[in-house]
């Protein structure tokens, strides 16, 4: 699907520049230049980054 339409940025290469080690929305935007037109991903970006994220720290060992 679809995220930014300005740069014809897919949800699969946000996940996968996560997979990558981008961690934020600034290296997101520095890597596919999301959100770098009119701005109107970034909600939707943000919500891919973070929902990324949780799953790749739910896959992480749990220290106990
Ligand atoms: S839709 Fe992403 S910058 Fe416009």
Redesign the pocket.
């Known amino acids: 699907m679809f995220?930014?339409?300005?740069?014809g940025?897919t949800d699969t290469q946000i996940e996968s520049a996560i997979d990558n080690g981008a961690e934020t929305m600034k290296q997101l935007t520095q890597e596919l230049?999301?959100?770098?037109?009119?701005?109107?991903?970034?909600q939707c970006?943000k919500r891919v980054l973070n929902k990324k994220l949780m799953q790749i720290a739910e896959a992480q060992p749990q220290v106990a």
């Open positions: 995220i930014c339409i300005c740069h940025v230049k999301v959100g770098s037109q009119c701005g109107k991903c970034c970006t």
